[in-house]
């Protein structure tokens, strides 16, 4: 990322970079150690709203505390992938997820949210309601962060908006904030939504977040790549920019040179920023 001359209200960004380059190095080291999640759990539930069964993956820190209070971050998955791309993959983006929830002691659960070409349907969103349901009964949750990169950054900031209440933080990397633009993936995005975005524009505009920046009042944190040709990072500039002028807890790291993913050092500094402000 390249920066001007800080201006004084930019220092913060500054040390946040300096900080999460650190904290990357560190806790890459640690986890390379050991891992200290325990053994994944795959949970199966059935889905309210029509019968299914569904499964999500749960991952437990090492002498996890059932009757302490933890913060819980959900991981939604990229298209083409499932509930075990960020349980175990080592993609950049999942293994800065895993490591930052560790850090900060995390329940850490990665939902198929109903396909591997999801991209936050009606039937994904209600699962994500159920599954959240059944987490914070289970266990004592205090805050919730939700992230997710391609696919899982969309889905992300589209539940985030539909379900704002439920959210206390959210990183989205390389995702975008606006179905009524976004021309890729349309024969899946469409099996997802229930239609093509003629037929049904308000469900697609439901889906977007960029329509409803007021909602996002939690902190925040988007990726994106100035050569992104797959999730462009359009729809997600404009996004921050007027989220900005609302909510002073939001940070946008793009790279002009960058494309369809995000670096581990990255990926930890926006981690780091939401679950720091998440968490205080």
Same mark, same amino acid.
């Given at each position: 990322?390249?920066?001007?001359?800080?201006?004084? %209200?930019?220092?913060?960004?500054?040390?946040?970079?300096?900080?999460?380059?650190?904290? &990357?190095?560190?806790?890459?080291?640690?986890?390379?150690?050991?891992?200290?999640?325990?053994?994944?759990?795959?949970?199966?539930?059935?889905?309210?709203?029509?019968?299914?069964?569904?499964?999500?993956?749960?991952?437990?820190?090492?002498?996890?505390?059932?009757?302490?209070?933890?913060?819980?971050?959900?991981?939604?998955?990229?298209?083409?992938?499932?509930?075990?791309?960020?349980?175990?993959?080592?993609?950049?983006?999942?293994? &800065? &997820?895993?490591?930052?929830?560790?850090?900060?002691?995390?329940?850490?659960? %990665?939902?198929?949210?109903?396909?591997?070409? %999801?991209?936050?349907?009606?039937?994904?969103?209600?699962?994500?309601?159920?599954?959240?349901?059944?987490?914070?009964?289970?266990?004592?949750?205090?805050?919730?962060?939700?992230?997710?990169?391609?696919?899982?950054?969309?889905?992300?900031?589209?539940?985030?908006?539909?379900?704002?209440?439920?959210?206390?933080?959210?990183?989205?990397?390389?995702?975008?904030?606006?179905?009524?633009?976004?021309?890729?993936?349309?024969?899946?995005?469409?099996?997802?939504?229930?239609?093509?975005?003629?037929?049904?524009?308000?469900?697609?505009?439901?889906?977007?977040?960029?329509?409803?920046?007021?909602?996002?009042?939690?902190?925040?944190?988007?990726?994106?790549?100035?050569?992104?040709?797959?999730?462009? &990072?359009?729809?997600?500039?404009?996004?921050?920019?007027?989220?900005?002028?609302?909510?002073?807890?939001?940070?946008?790291?793009?790279?002009?040179?960058?494309?369809? %993913?995000?670096?581990?050092?990255?990926?930890?500094?926006?981690?780091?920023?939401?679950?720091?402000?998440?968490?205080?």
């Amino acid at each position: 990322m390249f920066f001007t001359m800080p201006k004084p %209200s930019q220092y913060f960004v500054v040390a946040c970079l300096i900080f999460a380059t650190a904290t &990357a190095t560190v806790i890459a080291r640690r986890a390379s150690a050991a891992d200290k999640f325990a053994e994944p759990v795959d949970v199966s539930f059935t889905a309210k709203c029509d019968g299914t069964t569904q499964k999500y993956v749960v991952r437990l820190p090492v002498g996890f505390a059932d009757d302490q209070p933890h913060a819980l971050m959900i991981a939604l998955h990229g298209h083409g992938s499932d509930r075990w791309q960020y349980a175990t993959g080592n993609r950049d983006e999942v293994r &800065a &997820a895993r490591d930052v929830a560790l850090k900060y002691d995390m329940i850490f659960v %990665s939902p198929d949210y109903r396909a591997t070409t %999801s991209w936050m349907g009606p039937l994904a969103e209600a699962d994500m309601v159920q599954i959240l349901e059944e987490l914070k009964s289970k266990y004592k949750i205090e805050k919730t962060i939700l992230i997710g990169a391609s696919m899982g950054g969309s889905s992300s900031l589209s539940f985030t908006a539909l379900h704002p209440e439920l959210v206390d933080g959210v990183v989205s990397m390389n995702g975008t904030a606006n179905h009524l633009l976004y021309e890729q993936f349309q024969k899946f995005i469409q099996a997802s939504f229930g239609g093509t975005k003629q037929e049904i524009p308000m469900e697609y505009k439901r889906r977007s977040a960029e329509y409803w920046p007021e909602r996002f009042t939690m902190p925040l944190a988007m990726s994106t790549g100035g050569k992104d040709t797959l999730v462009p &990072a359009d729809s997600c500039l404009r996004l921050s920019k007027v989220i900005k002028k609302l909510n002073p807890n939001v940070w946008h790291i793009h790279q002009p040179q960058g494309g369809h %993913s995000t670096t581990y050092k990255d990926a930890v500094a926006a981690l780091e920023f939401v679950s720091q402000r998440t968490l205080e």
